[in-house]
């Protein structure tokens, strides 16, 4: 069949308008099917709580289901890079944190933790808790470093994430002492021997580990943060407890592929802030020692900015250190 020209460009024409009319009538029907929101921890710890927390806020304000994926293994690198090659259509995110996107350097990854990510807001600024056995004879930062130091090489140190690493180096290298770092894979397994007394120490979120501190099953050392938490504020600092300038970062934030449009991160984005906002989510934030992140940074370019100070603070501090992958 022979079409005349000016009729044969025209149809040119539209084919071509075609795939883009077709990305903005997805991205106006967003979403349309489960969203899998992938936790890049084993279950049990303070980022799948979270995870579930917003999941089931968000699921009624998006109108579709946001389903668990726990993905373990490599402090949460795996999972990041299952998000980091994912469709960037919205249909794949994760909940991350300073470990994964910013501690998981030590890892080497094959993906880009500056490039290869869309942020859809920060949710929170979590404090980090160094945590004692019950049995631990010792109360504080200030008694933990002499008991250190009366018996060298013997403390044993949790080492389930990047950022436990970080501080356990960092508190040798302030108090002149020395410890033990055990890997784990995650905080679950993690917490299971800390309260049995198998190891000594842990420097989790607060969300992993205050319940069991206000329940007595665990002592609180410090508070690894430069201010007190508004969420638990009769613990002290470690500023105020024997060993100042010993500070750990912690976050949680949502994730997307590079390249998910702009409409999607905003209906993400809406839906979290509204989660954030409700008084219950609040109030279950506060219970696992979790400060809700100021408006300004729970938008996509408040994290965006807020990541990059990260990475530029804690890399070059990662890299003097020589921290490696255990």
Known sequence: MNFPRRDFLRLAAC???LPSLSGITGAQTYPSRPITLVVPFPPGGSTDVVG??????????????????????AGGSIAVGRVGGASPDGYTIDIGQWDTHVGSVIYSPSYDLQNDFEPIGLMSINPQLMVGRKSLPADDLKGL?????????????????????????????????????IPYRGAGPALTDLLSGQVDLMIAQAAAVLPHVRGGALKSIANLSPRRSEAMPDIPI???????????????????????????????????VQALADPVVRTRFSDLGLDIASRELQAPEGL??????????WWPVIKAAGIKAE
């Open 15 to 17: 084919a071509a308008v």
């Open 145 to 181: 470093v002499a008991w250190m130091k009366a018996n060298p090489g013997k403390a044993l140190l949790v080492n389930q994430t990047a950022a436990a690493q970080v501080s356990g180096i960092l508190l040798q290298q302030l108090t002149g002492t020395s410890l033990q770092l």
């Open 304 to 313: 965006a900015a807020f990541h990059k100070a990260e990475i530029e603070k």
């Open 52 to 73: 579930r927390i917003m999941a089931e806020r968000m699921r009624p304000l998006l109108g579709q289901p946001l389903i668990i994926e726990n993905v373990g293994g």
């Open 238 to 272: 470690s500023d105020e407890t024997g060993v100042p300038g010993l500070y750990a970062s912690g976050w949680f934030g949502l994730f997307a592929p590079r390249g998910t449009p702009r409409e999607v991160i905003a209906k993400l984005n809406g839906a979290m």
